[in-house]
């Protein structure tokens, strides 16, 4: 049966490697296979890149076809589409399903491809040159398969280093029948040849020329936009602007005939960047806001990898929002009045963008982040300042909005000198050691610029919303020469102000949940193995490696011995009682805070304060954040589903509190964990730390910040970060306590009022 699905052959891996480097490179054998073959409505979906709803079409599919080559092939078509939603647990089964029951060898192949890029974005990359290889091995004398093999295989081979494969693979190219697979497969040859730098532009150039040719030739308009789009690039980098800039408006004339926004995003992005060049800010302002448009339009679909700690948005999508944002701040300088706030508002609202998506892709949820996120402006409260720090590469740009009004104030630091300052900043309290240095060179280029503007507003409350490494800084233990800024200002965090909930009743009663572990149980034996190579290994030396490796040779129980020394946290059970007798509420301590136990407790839906004394981290994504009850490791999607019963909520929890958490060392996407947790659990706002803190300090500061709390409800009078800044400068006044290491990891985040 012929297929329904109208431009059934248009997408093109070539371009999705120019968006997102994910999983692309010699895809298009396969692609150009399904369309020809005629499918379903789900793979034809997923030819037209709506992968989600595909997912759906095609999971329902599969689960109602019974064993055979129909389940198989549907397997295929479904893996593929979790594969390229970035859901690698769930497309392997189906995958190696799909090899195990296909008719033929040739499709048996295809999805052997397809498992080895999911094992490379595993970093596998051995195990995917295996995959490869099987995929050549189940069909030895198809010269098109061949091919698709080897392009994915010099994706193994560093850059640079590629040259003479890819000639050889130029030359075997030629060998092909004219057609779709052919086309895809040279401008995926003239993609990597470009990457290879100069050596290899001739060979860029060809390829990408002959691609061109082709797509012409056939009316395949994505074909031709992306060999457009290929050759622009290679002139842009030769610094030929204007040849740059026509290549790009012709390959826009073919994208613009299709239903696919992707194919359009990196050339709006190139013409905008050499309508700034040349001055022409109209034009460029035009294009960016084009592109940023056409992200919106298919981010769903498109996912987001992890590699070496960098995010593949941050590196290929996050400059087009940047680009628009510097634009934006540059022409906001040149007008005055309403005019220079409405741009100021809309680049902060293109941040804003960025910030939404960094914490979907983090939770691999944006239905909980669309539930969350708020339509109505935000205005801020008398005394209150919103605090919006922008990195670009060449300046910090620092928004600053108040009752009064949006101002901005650029400072000349570059991005990278900032985050690298950032990020010994935090290294030297974490480690508790000196950081005076580094705490006054950051309040110069962050704080010191406002001061003006705050003091004259008389503020007292700064909410910030960081961005990137800005996150891991707790800036409270910022230093302006004297003291502290936290002496001057209360400090708070939001993940956006897209984010944040609306303040509550502060004059109903709160009713408590206390959850405790002084001394973990069965959930040791649940503990990731990294994680247990860093508790008994800490210091990652190499004695601390050989001591780490001979303590995993001894016997589970000598190791569960360990673990349990290691992860003991004595002060939890002063700190649940002295709570309890200061809230009330219900109590579980150790043996009692069972994963069943705080189900029970969490169904009855009627906790204003959950409050959970016990370790956690918060990882670079949300399956790599947890929290240890007693038997189990409560994930973050698990704490939602403890919370979304068949008996929801009727009101959001007011505060969670997870007083023993930490955030992974390093990586600015962890503190997205603690946003993360409080959507998750339906709450205005989480209270947490960015590194282990004392078990002392923990203890004496948990308690005063709820006496505080509770005071100010009483009173009419402070709030939640108020309360939480009188108990942190309790700290300060002890001089035990006095170094930023104890008090400052603790940040609250989300609705501080």
């Not at 979907?360 to 935000?378: E, I, K, N, Q, T």
């Not at 339906?682 to 004392?694: C, E």
């Not at 005063?704 to 700290?731: P, T």
Request: aromatic fraction near 4%; charge should be neutral; glycine fraction near 8%.
């Amino acid at each position: 049966m012929a297929s329904t699905c109208p431009f059934a052959g248009w997408r093109s891996s070539g371009l999705r490697a120019t968006l997102v480097a994910l999983l692309t490179l010699g895809l298009g054998l396969s692609m150009a296979r399904a369309a020809s073959t005629g499918l379903d409505d789900g793979r034809c979906l997923l030819r037209q890149g709506q992968v989600r709803l595909a997912a759906e079409q095609l999971a329902d599919r599969h689960a109602a076809t019974p064993a055979g080559l129909a389940r198989a092939q549907t397997a295929a078509a479904l893996g593929q589409a979790y594969l390229r939603l970035n859901q690698p647990n769930l497309a392997e089964p189906l995958l190696r399903e799909a090899m195990a029951g296909l008719d033929t060898p040739r499709a048996r192949a295809t999805a052997a491809l397809d498992l080895g890029h999911l094992l490379l974005a595993r970093h596998q990359p051995q195990a995917a040159d295996d995959a490869w290889l099987q995929a050549l091995q189940l069909a030895p004398n198809d010269a098109e398969l061949a091919l698709a093999v080897e392009l994915n295989r010099l994706r193994l081979q560093p850059v640079g280093q590629r040259l003479p494969r890819l000639q050889a693979a130029a030359a075997a190219l030629a060998q092909l029948p004219p057609g779709p697979v052919r086309t895809r497969d040279t401008l995926n040859l003239a993609a990597q040849a470009l990457a290879e730098g100069e050596a290899a532009t001739q060979l860029a150039l060809q390829q990408y020329s002959a691609g061109r040719d082709a797509a012409l030739a056939a009316a395949d308009d994505a074909l031709a936009a992306e060999a457009y789009d290929g050759l622009a690039a290679l002139y842009e980098r030769q610094q030929r602007d204007d040849e740059s800039l026509r290549l790009t408006e012709r390959g826009l004339r073919h994208a613009q005939r299709l239903p696919a926004p992707e194919l359009a995003i990196p050339l709006e992005w190139r013409a905008g960047r050499l309508a700034q060049r040349q001055g022409d800010t109209v034009r460029a302002l035009a294009a960016y806001r084009r592109a940023v448009e056409h992200v919106q339009a298919v981010r769903s679909d498109m996912p987001v990898q992890y590699v070496d700690g960098r995010s593949s948005f941050r590196e290929t999508l996050e400059p087009v929002y940047l680009g628009l944002t510097d634009l934006l701040l540059q022409q906001s300088a040149r007008v005055q009045g309403d005019e220079r706030s409405a741009l100021l508002r809309q680049a902060r609202d293109t941040v804003e963008l960025i910030k939404q998506t960094e914490l979907a892709d983090y939770l691999r949820d944006r239905c909980s982040l669309g539930a969350a996120r708020s339509a109505a402006p935000f205005q801020p409260p008398p005394a209150t300042a919103i605090y919006y720090p922008i990195i670009l590469p060449d300046r910090l740009e620092l928004l600053l909005e108040t009752e009064q009004g949006i101002t901005r104030t650029p400072v000349a630091v570059r991005g990278d000198d900032l985050r690298r300052q950032a990020l010994n900043f935090v290294a030297a309290l974490r480690a508790g050691s000196g950081y005076r240095a580094q705490a006054g060179k950051l309040y110069e280029w962050l704080i010191q610029p406002l001061v003006p503007q705050l003091d004259a507003q008389h503020i007292r409350t700064l909410v910030a919303v960081p961005d990137g490494v800005l996150r891991l800084v707790p800036l409270g233990a910022l230093h302006d020469g004297q003291d502290f800024i936290i002496r001057r200002w209360a400090l708070a965090t939001v993940p956006g102000l897209t984010l944040t909930q609306s303040a509550p009743d502060s004059h109903r009663p709160l009713r408590a949940l206390l959850a405790g572990l002084s001394e973990p149980g069965p959930v040791l034996d649940k503990l990731p193995p990294q994680l247990v190579n860093a508790v008994l290994d800490p210091e990652g030396s190499a004695d601390g490696a050989r001591s780490g490796a001979a303590m995993l040779s001894r016997s589970p129980a000598a190791v569960r011995d360990a673990l349990r020394d290691a992860l003991a946290l004595p002060g939890v059970r002063r700190e649940v009682e002295d709570l309890g007798r200061l809230l009330g509420g219900t109590e579980l301590l150790d043996r009692r805070f069972t994963l069943a136990a705080l189900k029970q407790q969490l169904a009855a839906g009627d906790q204003d304060l959950v409050h959970i004394a016990s370790h956690g981290v918060f990882g670079d994504s949300a399956d790599n954040t947890f929290i240890m009850t007693y038997d189990e490791l409560l994930t973050l999607n698990g704490l939602q589903r403890l919370l979304t019963g068949p008996h929801p909520r009727s009101r959001p929890i007011e505060l969670i509190t997870l007083s023993a958490c930490q955030t992974a060392e390093g990586d600015d996407r962890a503190p997205l964990g603690m946003s993360g947790t409080a959507l998750k659990a339906n709450a205005r706002s989480a209270l947490g730390t960015l590194w282990p803190v004392s078990d002392s300090a923990a203890q004496r500061l948990m308690v005063s910040f709820y006496r505080r709390l509770l005071e100010n409800r009483v009173s009419g009078h402070g709030s939640k970060i108020d309360a939480l800044r009188a108990a942190q400068l309790d700290l300060i006044a002890d001089p035990a306590f006095r170094h930023p290491f104890y008090w400052a990891p603790f940040i609250l985040v989300g609705d501080w009022q």
